[in-house]
């Protein structure tokens, strides 16, 4: 068992790296179990997680409320059987020990003997919490706090440093999974590794499985898909896939309105928005500013109104901490975003931090000018060569929000992404519903297909994470009834073990395209590139009779269809941005009727 050789191999991955005192990164290893080709196989991976120094007891110790624990990210003290630790986001505070919540009971419910002494020394009235979506209770002093990016500024943890620390390279990162592979096969537990040189049937480089990133741009011209400037310039020389329509020419304006709810100055970034644009083939450009006089909802309104009389095409905010990510109830993002889906004008939000950025800002608006012309309907390109063996892709997550009790059942928003074989944007669904537990319920699920969109289509169905539950039954059965065919694939973000090429005997990492085949229908894909870390792959499933390499083709392409950004996601578009429209959805910022032909998230 790698249990039984788990401080060995932990002292084989010391030194722990210092963060000025605040915090340690910690590399640890992952064994998990797969079966390739009906042979059982382990991988061994390597993560590096920062731990701040005091654990979640003597953290909380220091706060004014107990409540501000919620949300944050821990790990067990205690290492399972496999050598991993518990980790996940405390969702509630249950209770107190021996008060609301039985000790002997969590006793009887551990499974590890260290984690049993742990809740047997805990002092009466100690907060236990309760972990991860599953919800597992933990006394607090058995936790220790795992710092995420967004909580470095919370923790005083200097961002440059950390990201420095735990950025592996392929080689170094090779060279780590070698010792604890050394250790493993010294107590007989492990035998061969895969390598292309022995099973070059599990292995397919970038060219494999048809992939060619070649898409389709104005005037009927092709290009290999590179992103970056590359993509912009060829977008400048050749126009765009489709322009709605002649707006931004000389004899009719593309018209910008602002909101400046910020104290700083627009000037400079007016001056390089309108150059992007120009490059993009808008040479035209009216902008009408507003300056708001601060960010409440009633502020952005008097502002929308203002700009309103100049019938503006889209209208751009700057707002001090604009993060979007920011899950709070609310705030002046949700507040602006949800007053201009009303309208049913595109927006753009800027954070202050960005226009004050002049060193970063001309290639912040780049991505800027290129999501706009998106959001307003343009098509900036499209495959080259479309998917032959489907007519639409469509994308389902689900997105949640707990009720405030943590208790029954959640909230819920389910999206769908919908595009065409040729990568083209076709619609956006969004249903809310409550949701008890893992699965999408039936009356969900069949009216993300309706029958004007997909009868008698070949549709390719991309799962963030997995189907649960009859969710395949139910979509099978309706796609049948609609007289079309279902292909089902499952595309799951984390837990896959990274892949390394060797080059004339140097370890890099493996280029986009490169998969390793567990089974006809299921791989680990390279979908992503990196000049410093190793790239994560994602794992791929999907069900016979679509194949494990349609399957990859359908991913990979679809990660070259991103308006948002000029650089390549790791995710298919279709559910690339899921996360973000659900986070929109539950916050009361979503489409009239739950339906929209217009990017609104990018």
């Known amino acids: 068992?790698?249990?039984?050789?788990?401080?060995?191999?932990?002292?084989?991955?010391?030194?722990?790296?210092?963060?000025?005192?605040?915090?340690?990164?910690?590399?640890?290893?992952?064994?998990?179990g797969w079966v390739v080709d009906d042979k059982p196989t382990v991988s061994i991976s390597i993560e590096s997680q920062i731990i701040f120094r005091d654990d979640?007891?003597?953290?909380?110790?220091?706060?004014?409320?107990?409540?501000d624990i919620v949300g944050l990210y821990v790990a067990d003290k205690v290492r399972f059987d496999n050598g991993t630790f518990m980790k996940g986001e405390i969702m509630d505070i249950v209770g107190k020990l021996d008060e609301e919540i039985d000790r002997q009971a969590l006793i009887d419910v551990a499974k590890r003997g260290g984690s049993k002494q742990i809740i047997q020394n805990a002092d009466r009235g100690e907060l236990v919490v309760s972990v991860g979506y599953s919800e597992y209770e933990y006394v607090i002093g058995a936790l220790r706090i795992v710092v995420?990016?967004?909580?470095?500024?919370?923790?005083?943890?200097?961002?440059r440093k950390a990201q420095e620390a735990t950025w592996i390279t392929p080689k170094e990162r090779a060279g780590l999974v070698r010792k604890v592979s050394a250790i493993a096969r010294l107590h007989g537990l492990i035998d061969k590794t895969y390598t292309s040189?022995?099973?070059d049937v599990r292995f397919t480089g970038s060219g494999g499985f048809y992939y060619d990133p070649t898409i389709l741009l104005g005037n009927n011209q092709t290009i290999?898909?590179?992103?970056?400037?590359?993509?912009?310039n060829a977008l400048g020389r050749h126009g765009l896939y489709n322009r709605l329509s002649d707006i931004g020419s000389v004899n009719s304006p593309l018209k910008i309105g602002v909101i400046n709810a910020s104290r700083n100055s627009f000037d400079i970034a007016q001056e390089t928005l309108q150059k992007q644009?120009?490059?993009?083939?808008?040479?035209?450009?009216?902008?009408?500013?507003?300056?708001?006089?601060?960010?409440s909802r009633i502020d952005f309104e008097r502002a929308i109104h203002q700009l309103e009389a100049e019938n503006p095409h889209i209208i751009v905010a700057v707002i001090p901490n604009s993060d979007s990510s920011d899950e709070d109830e609310w705030g002046p993002y949700y507040d602006f975003k949800s007053l201009m889906m009303s309208a049913g004008i595109p927006s753009q939000v800027l954070d202050e931090k960005t226009i004050t950025n002049i060193k970063g800002l001309p290639f912040v608006m780049q991505n800027v000018a290129f999501g706009m012309l998106a959001k307003m309907g343009n098509v900036p390109y499209v495959l080259a060569n479309p998917m032959d063996y489907a007519d639409i892709v469509l994308g389902i997550d689900i997105a949640r929000k707990r009720n405030k009790s943590g208790m029954g059942s959640q909230n819920a928003a389910a999206i769908a992404q919908v595009y065409h074989k040729g990568g083209q944007f076709v619609q956006c669904r969004v249903v809310e519903t409550p949701l008890e537990g893992e699965t999408v319920p039936e009356k969900v699920l069949r009216s993300l297909f309706p029958l004007n969109e997909f009868q008698g289509k070949r549709v390719i169905i991309h799962?963030?994470?997995?189907?649960?539950?009859?969710?395949?039954?139910?979509?099978?059965?309706?796609?049948?009834?609609?007289?079309g065919e279902a292909f089902f694939v499952e595309v799951i973000k984390s837990g896959a073990p990274r892949l390394y090429l060797s080059n004339k005997g140097q370890v890099q990492a493996p280029e986009i395209g490169t998969a390793f085949l567990l089974s006809d229908t299921e791989a680990f894909l390279i979908a992503s590139?990196?000049?410093t870390a190793t790239p994560q792959p994602l794992q791929i499933r999907t069900r016979e009779p679509f194949t494990i390499g349609k399957a990859l083709h359908s991913v990979l392409m679809l990660t070259l269809m991103h308006y948002g950004s000029l650089r390549r996601p790791r995710s298919p578009i279709t559910i690339h941005y899921s996360d973000h429209i659900g986070y929109l959805a539950l916050r009361g910022v979503k489409p009239v009727g739950g339906f929209s032909t217009d990017m609104y998230w990018l």
């Not at 953290?59 to 409320?65: E, G």
């Not at 799962?463 to 969710?471: I, N, P, T």
Request: aromatic content about 10%; hydrophobic content about 35%; charged content about 25%.
């Open 148 to 159: 995420f990016p967004k909580y470095y500024k919370r923790f005083g943890i200097d961002t």
């Open 224 to 232: 290999e898909y590179k992103g970056g400037s590359s993509l912009l």
């Open 529 to 531: 590139e990196s000049s």
């Open 1 to 32: 068992m790698f249990f039984d050789i788990g401080g060995e191999i932990q002292q084989a991955l010391l030194p722990v790296i210092d963060l000025g005192g605040k915090a340690t990164v910690e590399r640890q290893f992952n064994v998990r």
């Open 56 to 67: 979640l007891k003597t953290y909380m110790s220091r706060l004014s409320s107990a409540e």
């Open 197 to 199: 040189k022995r099973e």
């Open 277 to 295: 644009l120009a490059s993009l083939g808008f040479a035209r450009t009216n902008l009408t500013l507003v300056t708001a006089g601060g960010v």
């Open 463 to 483: 799962r963030d994470g997995l189907f649960r539950g009859d969710e395949i039954s139910i979509i099978q059965d309706h796609i049948n009834k609609l007289k």
